[in-house]
């Protein structure tokens, strides 16, 4: 189980060369994933959903709040919680004169993993996410829907407990997208707990268990998206989300 309890993020914005103000790019938002849950973390661009995402991962400190792997925090037990967690940043840079191949045998050695597991968990990936036409192939060769395969094959190395995945679709052909989509149904058979963050609400319809809908760095509603549907008396997430938040509006 995830838990996020009231984390709060602030920043600085410098407005001019006098004046610099605080604003909190998340405020205050808790929610559980349990074992075998998708929770979709859902929002337009800017709401906080990556800021919240590397607080949840470690990369970021809260400015209060924290953040429990199974009651283990990463103070106490980072080494133990990195090596159950798998997280897919939208920005992620992969070394691109590598081959497939070659970036993976990587992140295996760095998880200390033997050869044989190493060569057992490529070969499952392969064949998991299509990667078996570009294996051997330099990532620089690669189209954008097949670096972010192999992006996300790299965090599948050491067979992780916890996703987090942020945007892990965007900008990807429908082929690319429906295979990351069909490889997170699977892992939550596999009773992995994942939390999916994205701005496209039809997908959170499709594969999300929950989903946290936020806005200006602010939880607006959660719940199923059947809960929030019959809640907001709209037909899609997109229509509930734009409802909650008043319509649409130049901001």
Do not use: W
């Amino acid at each position: 189980m995830i838990e996020v309890k009231n984390i709060k993020k602030k920043f600085k914005k410098q407005i001019n060369k006098k004046e610099t103000i605080e604003f909190f790019a998340d405020n205050d938002i808790s929610f559980e994933a349990n074992e075998g849950e998708v929770i979709g973390i859902l929002g337009p661009n800017g709401a906080g959903k990556t800021t919240l995402l590397r607080i949840i991962v470690g990369i970021l400190e809260p400015t209060s709040g924290k953040v429990l792997f199974d009651n283990k925090n990463f103070k106490n037990n980072e080494i133990e919680i990195k090596k159950e967690l798998a997280f897919l940043s939208g920005n992620t840079k992969i070394y691109n004169t590598f081959t497939t191949y070659e970036l993976l045998k990587m992140c295996g050695n760095i998880y200390d993993l033997d050869k044989d597991t190493i060569e057992k968990r490529i070969d499952e990936i392969s064949k998991k996410l299509n990667l078996t036409d570009f294996l051997h192939s330099r990532i620089a060769n690669l189209s954008t829907g097949q670096t972010q395969r192999v992006n996300i094959a790299r965090c599948l190395i050491h067979n992780p407990k916890y996703y987090i995945l942020d945007e892990a679709t965007t900008g990807l052909d429908i082929i690319s997208s429906q295979i990351i989509l069909d490889f997170i149904k699977e892992e939550k058979k596999k009773k992995k707990t994942i939390l999916y963050s994205t701005h496209y609400m039809e997908e959170a319809e499709n594969i999300c268990d929950r989903v946290i809908l936020i806005n200006k760095g602010v939880v607006i509603e959660s719940g199923t998206p059947k809960e929030i549907l019959s809640k907001t008396k709209t037909s899609n997430l997109r229509d509930a989300f734009f409802k909650l938040i008043g319509g649409v509006k130049d901001e």
